[in-house]
T-cell receptor, first 112, second 113 residues
Framework: GQQLNQSPQSMFIQEGEDVSMNCTSS?????WLWYKQEPGEGPVLLIA?????ELTSNGRLTAQFGITRKDSFLNISASIPSDVGIYFC????????????FGKGTKLTVNP | NAGVTQTPKFRILKIGQSMTLQCAQD?????MYWYRQDPGMGLKLIYY???????DKGEVPNGYNVSRSTTEDFPLRLELAAPSQTSVYFC????????????FGEGSRLTVL
């Protein structure tokens, strides 16, 4: 089946630093989404991207839909302790399937 | 607004037992999903439904069953529980056109011993 390669697997950063993570696919996607999961909770949608080249911000978060439609990245600027969690990318292929494919997640730890 | 509600939050089963994980949403979403999350493995789709009376298999359906008799409810049935089904299960729902914008419940942690 389809696979998403998400990197890095984990990150340990100091408060105030910027963070970048990315996701790549072997096939073309028409939707990219980024979710955040905090401990003991379900994932929560951060940003949704629907057009190749689209760049979208949500506060300190910025995500882009790669021009090849096979990748996406998420940046977090000026990290704070509450940014801690697991960040998942998810994609939906061009066939219009109702099924999302999820990456394995990037675990972010922020040291105060 | 309750959103997506899952019960129970925690459960321990013995091998061979059966149980049902309940999921209810109050957002009038047509699309509902069941995922399992194993450590370091992301989310795997078990079953999904595009509306009442319609269900379909996801990536890892073996050992599970679902039903969708109402728009609100989407229970997941585990028959003959096995240790491989130890996992955290998430129910999710989305708007009718399946934008990928999912609303997740808080999860149900199941341990099979």
């Amino acid at each position: 089946g389809q696979q998403l390669n998400q990197s890095p697997q984990s990150m340990f950063i100091q408060e105030g630093e910027d963070v970048s993570m990315n996701c790549t696919s072997s096939s073309i996607f028409n939707t990219w989404l980024w979710y955040k999961q905090e401990p003991g909770e379900g994932p929560v949608l951060l940003i949704a991207l629907y057009k190749a080249g689209e760049l979208t911000s949500n506060g300190r978060l910025t995500a882009q839909f790669g021009i090849t439609r096979k990748d996406s990245f998420l940046n977090i600027s000026a990290s704070i302790p509450s940014d801690v969690g697991i960040y998942f990318c998810a994609g939906r292929d061009q066939g219009g399937s109702e099924k999302l494919v999820f990456g394995k997640g990037t675990k972010l730890t922020v040291n105060p | 607004n309750a959103g997506v509600t899952q019960t129970p939050k925690f459960r321990i089963l013995k091998i061979g037992q059966s149980m049902t994980l309940q999921c209810a949403q109050d957002m009038n979403h047509n699309y509902m999903y069941w995922y399992r999350q194993d450590p370091g493995m992301g989310l795997k789709l078990i079953y999904y439904s595009v509306g009442a009376g319609i269900t379909d298999k996801g990536e890892v359906p073996n050992g599970y069953n679902v039903s969708r008799s109402t728009t609100e409810d989407f229970p997941l049935r585990l028959e003959l529980a096995a240790p491989s089904q130890t996992s955290v299960y998430f129910c999710a729902s989305s708007y009718s056109q399946g934008t990928g914008e999912l609303f997740f419940g808080e999860g149900s942690r199941l341990t099979v011993l």
